[in-house]
């Protein structure tokens, strides 16, 4: 079964430092990865994704994402922290190879940064 | 944009309760599902559906069965809430497509006095 580690609670960084968050995965096949965030009493909003292709994948607020395969790794990264980047984190997994379309989270990594 | 509504923010039962929590997309999605949310634990999924009277076992979901008699809703029930089932519920849909993420819903936060 497919799922995803990510080894810090929480992460600090001061405004306008870069920002990594950490995820790890596990699947049976290829995986299909995905991060998350979600604002104080919201539901998680999608902000990027890797299927296929270029290693490095940019999405929402500019955030981007490496995926390494022989480490089996999916770190987030942002070049330079915002106050309004403060929030919960998600990395999800999804099995290409399995039929069923579930995906599996972390447990989430709370980002706070200071002004 | 695809829209997940979930009908209820905040939610007080008591211990026995059956209590049943809504969700509702409007894009036309095949598949559904219910997670909970806890501190430190992330979302672990109760159930899924991945067609109309269809449903599947998640990673926990004793305590809890589901109801979808339409595309569009798909329902979580508490049988019998207990305070152990205290959390935040998140709903979310996605097409078959199985590369695309889910869309959310805003979650019911769940109370059982």
């Known amino acids: 079964a497919q799922s995803v580690a990510q080894p810090e609670d929480q992460v600090n960084v001061a405004e306008g430092n870069p920002l990594t968050v950490k995820c790890t995965y596990s699947v049976s096949g290829n995986p299909y990865l995905f991060w998350y965030v979600q604002y104080p009493n919201r539901g998680l909003q999608f902000l990027l994704k890797?299927?296929?292709?270029?290693?490095l994948v940019k999405g929402s607020y500019g955030f981007e994402a490496e995926f390494n395969k022989s480490q089996t790794s999916f770190h987030l990264k942002k070049p330079s922290a915002l106050v309004s980047d403060s929030a919960l984190y998600f990395c999800a997994v999804r099995d290409r190879n399995r039929n069923n379309n579930d995906m599996r989270f972390g447990a989430g990594t709370r980002l706070t940064v200071k002004p | 944009d695809v829209k997940v509504t979930q009908s209820s923010r905040y939610l007080v039962k008591r211990t026995g309760e059956k209590v049943f929590l809504e969700c509702v997309q409007d894009?036309?999605?095949?598949?559904m599902f219910w997670y909970r949310q806890d501190p430190g634990l992330g979302l672990r999924l109760i159930y899924f559906s991945y067609d109309v009277k269809m449903k599947e076992k998640g990673d926990i979901p004793e305590g809890y069965s589901v109801s979808r008699e339409k595309k569009e809703r798909f329902s979580l029930i508490l049988e019998s809430a207990s305070t152990n089932q205290t959390s935040m519920y998140l709903c979310?849909?996605?097409?078959?497509?199985?590369?695309?993420?889910?869309?959310f819903g805003s979650g019911t936060r769940l109370t059982v006095v």
């Open positions: 979310a849909s996605s097409p078959n497509w199985v590369a695309r993420g889910y869309t």
């Open positions: 894009m036309d999605h095949e598949n």
């Open positions: 890797y299927i296929t292709g270029d290693n």
